[in-house]
């Protein structure tokens, strides 16, 4: 079971001791998101080596472990759910997803949103169970357990010191499930958001004011739980070779650097590629905005680059 | 010669670890131009080369073990398979290191990737081929099959340019074409030499002089970015649609898949959706993003 844990500071999933529960007190949110724990910063794809016969390929063992996270929070639950769509598209990754079909999701109720999280404008809201296995709302000093899925309710039956939720309980955990609604108090306007990008895709002067203050540091990608954009490299050492995927971003102009051409050397154009990917591109290709609402970008940024200011200023043309 | 036409054989889909690249042999290596190298290669194990078939179009992802993947186009026709093609210019990591393998060293191959031209939709149609420097490998590989049932096609127009006589590759192809009767070979570059007797002028200057009927034609235009750019002015003013231009394009990529997420044109992947795309497809996007 992993849950949040402070590793040098820096708030994130990690295996539970099986004793310490006091996350439950100090936990807003992981500054490293869950995705880290389906999509590694950096993973091994397989080892190759040279014999006589030539280069024999051998993948990483697979442990095929069953995992639970514990206490993950809606947006990132729904980031996951995003992700899926293009880990299954067309070609299965088969890192991800084995990853994704060992694992439970044990959901937590925000109960303490952030200054920069705007999850209600996003369809979504701090108690949203659609995305995990089974959900937990504080109520107090107790829990509310419900069981969202099939195999969430089967993890529940056999769990000994859980008690029949009463009419109160129900009634405390809807009170601090519209409590907790009410203290997401950032907004942003989605309607017709792809194609109002689309219209000003062309519109340079917006952009560049837009991305005027971004330094291309890429954090914003990085810890983006909807982010997935990856590289592969090749590692050779002592003819012992390792080809392993790493995280990349569109914030870096090497992203999409070619021998003689590179259509994004302006970061204004890794911005919008930025943007339109999440608000305009997704939503087309797969029916969804690919953001939750996590405000991580925001909270983030060493600059103060502010995604929902961009969204709410795309100029309106017909 | 005894060619296998792997044109007919079932879609190949390869199974499990769609990352897991399949082992092939370079067989032969042709020098095109200073930098630009031919590869012919098979792959190792007996069942794939039985089972493996590609449309024209479709690309690769290459592997040099310890160095990279790169992407290329497979040039060959699958009307003509004994071994399959590729093309490198000698410009970055992986191609260097390819260009530094010799006949019967090993790569890694994963695909074939993306979409292909669509046969069904150029069929009794004429014709027009732009191409430009090393982007004739994509073409090359839809001209002999469409060589190879001539009787579907209408007119067949090519107009190949290069920078110098020098930088003209498939010249073998180039001169098999300019001998086919029932082909129009137009070949040209941006300047000559003392013993180029041919035309000079850049590709869409000279697509304009040439300028073919758009009447129930269809134009297939591939070379380095900058020519992509104005050539479809051009096809415009001769009266193209934006549905009657094809061009298959090339962007930095990593997995093929759709998945690593940089060769995107607007909402669509170049790997995932093209590289094969009509300009209807891509006009809102080319002007800035490619």
Redo the contacts between chains.
């Keep these: 079971m992993f849950v949040p844990s402070k590793e040098n500071g820096v708030v994130m999933l990690a295996k539970w001791d099986g004793k310490d529960t006091s996350f439950l007190d100090w936990y807003r949110n992981t500054v490293i998101p869950p995705k880290a724990h389906f999509l590694p910063p950096m993973e091994e794809?397989?080892h190759?080596q040279?014999d006589k016969q030539?280069?024999q390929?051998e993948?990483p063992a697979s442990d095929g472990q069953k995992q639970l996270i514990f206490g993950i929070h809606p947006c990132d639950a729904n980031a996951l759910a995003i992700l899926d769509m293009?880990?299954k598209?067309?070609?299965?990754?088969?890192?991800y997803l084995s990853r994704r079909r060992n694992t439970l999701l044990i959901g937590l109720t925000c109960t303490n949103p952030s200054e920069s999280c705007f999850c209600t404008s996003l369809g979504s809201s701090p108690s949203d169970s659609s995305n995990v296995d089974i959900m937990l709302s504080s109520i107090g000093d107790e829990f509310l357990i419900e069981g969202v899925t099939e195999a969430g309710k089967k993890l529940i039956a056999p769990t000994g010191g859980l008690e029949e939720a009463t009419g109160a309980d129900d009634a405390r955990a809807k009170e601090v499930k519209e409590a907790s609604y009410h203290k997401v108090t950032r907004t942003i306007d989605t309607e017709d958001i792809d194609k109002k990008l689309?219209s000003c895709?062309?519109d340079?002067g917006y952009w560049e004011k837009v991305a005027a203050k971004c330094i291309s540091c890429g954090i914003c990608t990085l810890l983006c739980p909807t982010c997935?954009?990856?590289?592969?490299?090749?590692?050779?050492v002592k003819q012992q070779?390792t080809?392993f995927?790493s995280w990349?971003s569109?914030a870096f102009p090497i992203?999409?650097?070619?021998?003689?051409?590179n259509?994004?050397i302006e970061k204004w154009?890794r911005l919008r590629?930025k943007v339109?990917?999440k608000y305009?591109?997704y939503p087309?290709?797969f029916g969804v905005i690919a953001c939750t609402g996590c405000g991580r970008c925001i909270r983030l940024c060493p600059v103060n680059w502010d995604i929902t200011q961009t969204i709410e200023s795309v100029p309106a043309k017909t | 010669m005894a060619v296998t036409d792997i044109s007919h054989r079932r879609r190949f889909l390869a199974q499990g670890n769609v990352y897991l690249p399949h082992i092939a042999v370079i067989e032969k290596i042709i020098e095109e131009t200073a930098g630009v190298r031919t590869f012919h290669f098979n792959f190792k194990d007996e069942k794939l080369r039985e089972e493996f078939t590609f449309e024209s179009g479709q690309f690769g992802e290459y592997s040099v073990f310890g160095v990279g993947e790169a992407p290329f186009c497979i040039s060959s026709s699958p009307t003509r398979h004994d071994y399959l093609e590729f093309v490198v210019q000698r410009v970055g990591k992986v191609t260097n290191a390819l260009h530094r393998l010799g006949v019967g060293a090993e790569i890694g191959f994963r695909g074939p990737y993306g979409n292909s031209f669509p046969l069904d939709r150029l069929q009794r149609q004429n014709l027009v081929f732009v191409g430009g420097g090393i982007g004739l490998a994509p073409l090359r590989s839809l001209i002999w099959n469409v060589i190879d049932n001539r009787d579907k096609y209408q007119n067949i127009d090519i107009i190949y340019g290069a920078r110098s006589p020098a930088d003209l590759c498939f010249w073998y192809d180039l001169d098999a074409w300019d001998k086919d009767k029932t082909i129009n070979m137009i070949t040209t570059v941006d300047r000559g030499d003392e013993s180029w007797t041919g035309r000079v002028g850049l590709v869409p200057q000279i697509l304009e002089q040439v300028a073919p009927s758009a009447q129930d034609t269809v134009a297939i235009v591939c070379g380095p970015p900058i020519m992509i750019r104005f050539t479809f002015p051009v096809l415009i003013k001769l009266g193209f649609t934006p549905e009657q231009m094809l061009t298959t394009l090339e962007k930095r990529m990593k997995c093929g898949i759709g998945k690593c997420g940089r060769c995107n044109i607007g909402n669509l992947y170049v790997c995932r959706d093209g590289p094969v795309f009509t300009y209807a497809q891509i006009k809102n996007f080319i002007s800035s993003e490619y």
């Design positions: 794809m397989f190759f040279k030539g280069y390929l993948q293009t880990f598209d067309a070609y299965e990754d088969p890192y689309l895709f062309e340079e997935y954009c990856f590289d592969i490299s090749d590692e050779l070779g080809r995927r990349d569109c992203y999409t650097q070619m021998p003689m051409e259509p994004r154009r590629q339109c990917h305009e591109f087309i290709n």
